[in-house]
């Protein structure tokens, strides 16, 4: 069992910046991806950004790509998201996520999910 823990969600402008944290805990060593999803209201959960444990390799949505970053800290057990020039289409809850398998697309089978965390653009 892995247990994920976001932290960083708030209130922020357009054009500013927040970085979600996702600490993790348990058995982390059989995790092969870490992810980021956010749910909007009145839309579908949508892939946010994935990164790979074993290579390092970052994914990104086409929406976030070139002002997200998903970064880790291994001995903290601990993924980033940067989130920059921040606009009011980012309103979101967004959720850490984690996967074992390590085969097939990054960006859906995750296993384990956080509580999400709240993240409010203003324009």
């Known amino acids: 069992q892995v247990h994920l823990v976001e932290s960083g969600g708030g209130l922020v402008q357009a054009g500013g910046s927040l970085r979600l944290s996702c600490a993790a805990s348990g058995r982390t060593i059989n995790i092969a991806y870490m992810g980021w999803f956010r749910h909007a209201p009145g839309k579908e959960r949508e892939f946010v950004a994935a990164?790979?444990?074993?290579?390092?390799?970052?994914y990104y949505a086409d929406s976030v790509k070139g002002r997200f970053t998903i970064s880790r800290d291994t001995p903290k057990n601990t993924v980033y998201l940067q989130m920059n020039s921040l606009k009011a289409e980012d309103t979101a809850v967004y959720y850490c996520?984690?996967?074992?398998?390590?085969?097939?697309?990054?960006?859906?089978?995750?296993?384990?999910w956080g509580q999400g965390t709240q993240v409010t653009v203003s324009s």
């Open positions: 990164l790979s444990t074993s290579i390092g390799a970052a």
């Open positions: 996520a984690a996967r074992r398998r390590n085969s097939g697309d990054y960006y859906e089978d995750y296993d384990y």
